[in-house]
Each structure stands twice: as structure tokens, then as C-alpha cells.
């Protein structure tokens, strides 16, 4: 099969969806693998890399849609690369089209299949393919937040770990999964008390062997209040997959924490878990709200292109391979979980009441 890999469009993206060994893995294996010019560039993989291992290189993104029977890429379609899909392209990317009915309705008119890396799903509920991203955007909270706490940055000024003689900083953490878990480990590692809400009891278990800073709450309204109101920093990981994020913190909420605090939506790909969430760009991060910065970011591990290609990329080959190889690969019941559309229909059971 001839598997295209564009550039990525999306503002300030540099990940790019099979780094040069995977690529060459696919051409050994007797696939036509094509990659457009410099789309590996900003994760540190220059154009040479993929050559040398007998990978096509198209002169632009109409030459590489064009060559592409699988198109393989790390997010979602946008403006300037719709116009290149066709109805026999199959798509395999992140897609989110709970949170983007636009994009929804423009690939039902293209007509093509699409198997979206966050819905591909194991028997046991595991996201393989959403997985190693969710771990990358969950430091990346931290981070990020920590830094926007800086008063140079329009934060408090406070210092998450704290000092003898100072308080620590508290961070709220939403969900304990693989995005939550590695936000509140990073949080705890540094020093910070840390709170998680979770529902599930053995997530609870994980998070609370992070050590004696963390604790675990399960999500009752008032409790939910009571701990914002206190945080420093607050971080949403909260997933339906496939669906739009369920709303956890209110703007009453928002309202009742100090100015100065930051707020970091992992979720806003998904809509946002918080109701003052709007998706923002690398570009132009963060915005104020009740006197609280927000950082919403829909591409976080973007920022970190090639520690994230090279974890997205480990991810998703396995399943590449069984998608060029062709025959029934709708049968695995992984990648059939992970189809949105098929032929200008949803198909996503978490998509069906979608209005689009």
C-alpha cells in the first residue's frame, strides 16, 4: 500500500506521524512509503533521514495526498488540508469530532473511512494510541503551569514545592487516567500538594502511592467547591472517549479561586472539562477569566515534537501496518472501535446524536 505522511498545518504543530526507523520498518515490509518535504523537520528528522531508508519524498502536500492511499498524520485535518482528501483515502490520525462538527460534516461529504487514534480501543477499555500523548500533555500541565504562576507571567508568584518557612503550592488535579496520573505525579514529584478527584477506587490506590503530598477524593459537588477555591493550580484530565468532556469545574467555582491562580485544560480537545474553556493555539496560549489564567491549548505535546513523535510514533506503527496490509483489518475489534466515519456515515457510537 502507498502510505503518505503530510506536513503537519496546525499553528506552532511539529510532530510528525512516522519518525525515519518506523518509516523504514514500512518500506522493508514491501509498503510505498511517501513523506512530504520537511514534515519531520521541526521533530529533529530531516528529509535525508527518511531517504536513506528508501522513503519517497513528495514536494508538497497536493503531490503527497495525491501519491497517499493511507493517510497517516498526527492531528486532525484542518482548512488547508481538506481540500486534498478523497473519498478512497483512509484516514488514520487523532480526529476529536465530538468537539469539531465542522470537521465532522466536511469528512461525511468527502466520503472517506477515518480511525481515530483516540477511539481505538482494547477489550479491557485501554487507549493504546491516545495514550503516550495524554502522558506527554499531563507534564506538560505541570509545566506549563508552573511557570504561568510566575508573577511575571500575571500569576500569584507562588512556588508550587514550596520552601522551609513557606507553604507548598496545592495543585487540583481532575482524573487519575494516563493524562491526570502523569500530572500529578510530575506536581508530587516537585514538591506540591497535590489533590486528585477520581471515581475509580484503584486509581485512587495508584495516585495515592505517589506519596504522603497527594490525596485522593472522590468528586461530590461541595468537596470539588471547597478544594478549587484552595488551588493554586488546576489541571481537567477527565475522558469520555470518543464523546465531548463532561463539564467538572463551574465558573462558580472559578470565581471562588484567588486571582492570580492558572487553570490548564488537558481536556479542551475533547470540548473542555471546564465551562470557562475555549481552545487556544501555542501561538496565543492563555487568556484570563475571573482573574484566573487559562491554558487550553488543543496540540500541548506539539511543543515537545520530538519526544512526542517518537512516543506517538511507537504507538500507532503496529497498528499502520495492519491497516496497509489490507484484508479484513475491520474485524479487529481495536480498529473498528476506532472508526468515526466509513463511507460518509458517523459510525462512532459516541457520535451518533452528533448534529452536524
Known sequence: MRIGVPRETKTLEGRVALVPAAAGDLV??????????????????????????GVNIAPDAAALY?????????????????????????????????????LA?????????????ETVELPNGDLPLLAPMSMVAGRIAIQVGTHLLHQPEGGKGKLLGGLPSTARGKVVVFGA??????????AAAGG????????????????????????????????VTQEVA???????????????????????????????SVVVDIAIDQGGCF?????????????????????????????????????????????????ADGGDWRAHPALARGINVAEGRLVHPALLDMAV
Not at 501519491?67 to 482528501?85: F, N, S
Open 28 to 53: 522493508k515490509r514491501g509498503h510505498e512509503v511517501w513523506l512530504e518535504k520537511d514534515a519531520g523537520v521541526m521533530s529533529g528528522f530531516p528529509d535525508g533521514d527518511y531517504e536513506a531508508l
Open 66 to 102: 495525491e501519491k497517499g492511499q493511507l493517510i497517516v498524520k498526527v492531528k486532525e485535518p484542518i482548512a488547508g488540508d481538506l481540500p486534498h482528501l478523497r473519498r478512497d483515502h483512509l484516514l488514520f490520525c487523532y480526529l476529536h469530532l465530538a468537539a469539531e462538527p465542522a
Open 105 to 117: 460534516r466536511s469528512l461525511l461529504d468527502i466520503g472517506l473511512t477515518a480511525v481515530a487514534f
Open 177 to 186: 487516567g494516563k493524562a491526570g496520573g502523569a500530572a500529578a505525579a510530575l
Open 192 to 223: 506540591a500538594d497535590v489533590t486528585v478527584f477520581e471515581m475509580r477506587t484503584d486509581r485512587m490506590e495508584e495516585m495515592m502511592r505517589l506519596g504522603a503530598n497527594v490525596t485522593t477524593l472522590y468528586p461530590y459537588h461541595d468537596l
Open 230 to 260: 484552595s488551588a493554586d493550580l488546576v489541571v481537567g484530565a477527565v475522558l469520555v472517549a470518543g464523546a465531548r468532556a463532561p463539564k467538572v469545574l463551574t465558573r462558580a467555582m472559578l470565581r471562588g479561586m484567588e486571582r492570580g
Open 275 to 323: 465551562e470557562s474553556s475555549r481552545p487556544t493555539t501555542w501561538k496565543e496560549p492563555t487568556y484570563v477569566e475571573e482573574g484566573v489564567t487559562h491554558f487550553c491549548v488543543t496540540n500541548m505535546p506539539g511543543a515537545v515534537p520530538q519526544t512526542s513523535s517518537q512516543a506517538i510514533c511507537a504507538a500507532i506503527l503496529p497498528w499502520v501496518d495492519r491497516l
